[in-house]
């Protein structure tokens, strides 16, 4: 579990600088920053979602998750979830909710988060998750600082599901398949284009009901 109470940390540090910063940058600069944010976003997820090897495998499980993720709701439940918590902050932060929600789908969303939670937690390497700690750290300085405090609180999301993983590691280790790796790789980096396109105020994608496509990503992998 260490890399991954490494990684619980480095969102709360950086969140935390990004809302101290926050408070003296002017309104025009938080907006061009976020905006730089969503472009750097937008390449990390297209690099991603470019390393797959089976696009019609890709597209058929965003398709997929995309359908099972509405019927569930689940970007309605994490917004639920980041509401309640919001109230638990006593935060009158109108962009809390969302910037939880962009953090936590962003932060948990990625091969580093399976091969680096399952290192941890059969050999105890947690390098994989360290180097994956000091990613999001700076992106959490950059989001808070637009996003406010909901950003940090997504650092529970991330100690719930990595943790989840590094305990679960022996039962998982079929997770490090390069195909599985390679159909979550891709199909994260088309959910990963879409938050850089929130983050750009194009359109609202409501990545959150996209998760499920993770999960069809890697059973087709293996069954396909």
């Given at each position: 579990m260490t890399g991954t109470i490494v990684n619980t940390g480095a969102i709360i540090a950086?969140?935390?600088?990004?809302?101290?910063?926050?408070?003296y940058l002017?309104?025009?600069?938080?907006?061009?920053l976020m905006q730089a944010l969503g472009l750097a976003v937008i390449l990390i997820g297209l690099q991603m979602a470019l390393e797959g090897k089976?696009?019609?495998?890709?597209?058929?499980c965003l398709l997929l998750g995309a359908i099972a993720g509405?019927?569930?709701?689940?970007?309605?439940q994490i917004e639920k979830v980041g509401a309640w918590l919001?109230?638990?902050?006593?935060?009158?932060?109108?962009?809390?909710?969302?910037?939880f929600v962009t953090a936590s789908v962003l932060y948990c969303?990625?091969?580093?988060?399976?091969?680096?939670?399952?290192?941890?937690g059969t050999i105890g390497?947690?390098?994989?998750?360290?180097?994956?700690?000091?990613?999001?750290?700076?992106?959490?300085?950059?989001?808070?600082s637009s996003l406010g405090i909901g950003v940090a609180f997504s650092s529970l999301t991330v100690l719930a599901v990595q943790?989840?993983?590094?305990?679960?590691?022996?039962?998982?280790l079929f997770l490090q398949d390069p195909r599985v790796l390679n159909a979550v790789t891709a199909t994260g980096g088309l959910m990963i284009l879409g938050i850089g396109i929130n983050l750009l105020d194009l359109k609202k994608i409501a990545v959150g009901n996209l998760v499920p496509a993770l999960l069809f990503a890697i059973a087709g992998a293996l069954l396909v």
């Open positions: 950086g969140s935390a600088a990004g809302m101290i910063v926050g408070r002017p309104q025009r600069l938080k907006t061009i089976r696009i019609l495998l890709t597209i058929g509405e019927w569930l709701d689940i970007e309605g919001k109230s638990r902050a006593r935060s009158d932060s109108s962009t809390f909710v969302e910037g969303t990625g091969a580093m988060v399976i091969v680096g939670a399952i290192q941890d390497d947690p390098t994989t998750l360290y180097l994956k700690s000091l990613l999001d750290g700076v992106a959490s300085i950059a989001l808070a943790g989840a993983i590094t305990l679960l590691a022996s039962k998982l």
